[in-house]
T-cell receptor, first 114, second 110 residues
């Protein structure tokens, strides 16, 4: 298996622009997580899905952030409009119910908002 | 606010020594605890998890859990330069929601 795939790996955009981050989980995994990592706040859970359904989005910072999972093999995290404080590395992770507590992380998307 | 606290480091140890990494958590309902290793510019990878009080050993790594003190630690024996990385501690309260600490940077000096 190729592991969790994220695109793009790097994104540089200007304040006010829309940003879409993409994730393909490991085939067969029924949980998908979106995290944001910064030096100051560390790794923060934004939202997670089970069987394509959002379960907990309490970590989504504000209405500018939205996430979807239209099918088992694809998820997006959208920021509209983007702000400089959104600059961070965004990780997607997946796991299946039977793999006791182990999440597998994608390579991350480094987002820079100018 | 449920928190997981770690000393940011860096923790410097000589090659061959034991590295001791520590973590405290605030949520007494936390049930499972995880140690992830993250190399610079890379994604976190799971090293070990523990959910019972006491020690759990896996090769050069030992995780220790003390629920009464709300304390988790990771010992790395015979530290190697390749162990130099940031180590993230995480707690889980029985749901699928994980709370991560900000990590401790470990430097193993050759």
């Amino acid at each position: 298996d190729a592991g969790v795939i994220q695109s793009p790996r790097h994104e540089v955009t200007e304040m006010g622009q829309e940003v879409t981050l993409r994730c393909k989980p490991i085939s067969g995994h029924d949980y998908l997580f979106w995290y944001r990592q910064t030096m100051m706040r560390g790794l923060e859970l934004l939202i997670y899905f089970n069987n394509n359904v959002p379960i907990d989005d309490s970590g989504m910072p504000e209405d500018r952030f939205s996430a979807k999972m239209p099918n088992a093999s694809f998820s997006t995290l959208k920021i509209q409009p983007s702000e400089p404080r959104d600059s961070a590395v965004y990780f997607c992770a997946s796991r299946d119910t039977d793999s006791y507590n182990e999440q597998f992380f994608g390579p991350g998307t480094r987002l820079t908002v100018l | 606010q449920k928190e997981v606290e770690q000393n940011s480091g860096p923790l410097s140890v000589p090659e061959g020594a034991i590295a001791s990494l520590n973590c405290t958590y605030s949520d007494r309902g936390s049930q499972s605890f995880f140690w992830y290793r993250q190399y610079s510019g890379k994604s976190p990878e799971l090293i070990m998890f523990i959910y019972s009080n006491g020690d759990k050993e896996d090769g050069r790594f030992t995780a220790q859990l003390n629920k009464a003190s709300q304390y988790v630690s990771l010992l790395i024996r015979d530290s190697q330069p390749s162990d130099s990385a940031t180590y993230l501690c995480a707690a889980n309260s029985g749901t699928y929601k994980y709370i991560f600490g900000t990590g401790t940077r470990l430097k193993v000096l050759a």
